[in-house]
């Protein structure tokens, strides 16, 4: 066997593993019962206001839940009432780099439209464009992590190609994953385009990385 065939096996492979994983975990988050995704919502809501309120951020990137994954909106409307001063932003479909996001300002009023995915998103104007790199913190939503910080998302690439900048920068948001308990595996098969987290918070735990 060549290196290249040896190589292209090895990366068959981890696809392999990643895609049946993604499945199994999707299945697990999406069978938490109604209950458990609102205790799961406000106990997160809890961590994130004692671990965040640390770092005195100005500029936080989040996003609107879809498929099972942690609903952050708790969160966010504690901040609205308590007027505080956090700038939120939310993920948008890029509608020139594929395959890629941009982060526009987010508020109680903003206008929202559903893209391809179905997920609601503000509508594109470009004064309410933040640039990735004056985000404090990103809080990622994820499929599956383990405790190195690695993250297995949807399986798009977004938010890897989004910051894949992080990787060559000093001056870089802190990326939060957001998830249910039930979304930690013990190893995930990574892939050298990962970006890796620097936290994560689920109902029970704050994991700094």
Same mark, same amino acid.
């Not at 939310?90 to 439209?113: D, K, N």
């Given at each position: ?25 999707? +299945? ?5 019962? !109604? ?11 809890? %961590? ?38 956090? %700038? ?9 780099? %594929? ?23 503000? !509508?594109?104007?470009? *004064? ?5 790199? %004056? ?52 190893? =995930? ?7 890796? =987290? ?6 029970? *735990?704050?994991? +700094?990385?």
């Amino acid at each position: 066997m060549t290196l290249n065939s040896h190589l292209s096996n090895e990366k068959a492979s981890t696809s392999s593993q990643r895609a049946h994983l993604r499945k199994a975990l999707r +299945v697990a988050r999406k069978a938490l019962s !109604v209950n458990e995704q609102e205790y799961a919502a406000q106990a997160i809501a809890e %961590q994130l206001s004692s671990f965040i309120a640390l770092a005195r951020p100005m500029n936080v990137a989040a996003y609107l839940s879809n498929d099972g994954e942690v609903n952050l909106m708790p969160y966010i409307e504690h901040h609205w009432q308590c007027s505080e001063h956090i %700038q939120f932003s939310l993920p948008v479909l890029h509608p020139v780099c %594929q395959g890629h996001l941009l982060f526009l300002e987010y508020a109680s009023q903003t206008h929202m439209v559903k893209n391809k995915y179905g997920i609601e998103e503000p !509508v594109l104007a470009c *004064q309410q464009v933040v640039p990735t790199q %004056q985000l404090d913190i990103i809080l990622m939503p994820l499929v599956g992590f383990d405790k190195l910080g690695n993250r297995l998302g949807m399986g798009g690439g977004y938010y890897d190609r989004t910051l894949a900048f992080t990787r060559k920068v000093e001056q870089k948001p802190m990326l939060i994953g957001i998830a249910h308990d039930v979304q930690e595996v013990d190893a =995930l098969p990574i892939a050298p385009w990962d970006i890796p =987290l620097d936290a994560i918070v689920t109902p029970t *735990q704050t994991l +700094v990385l």
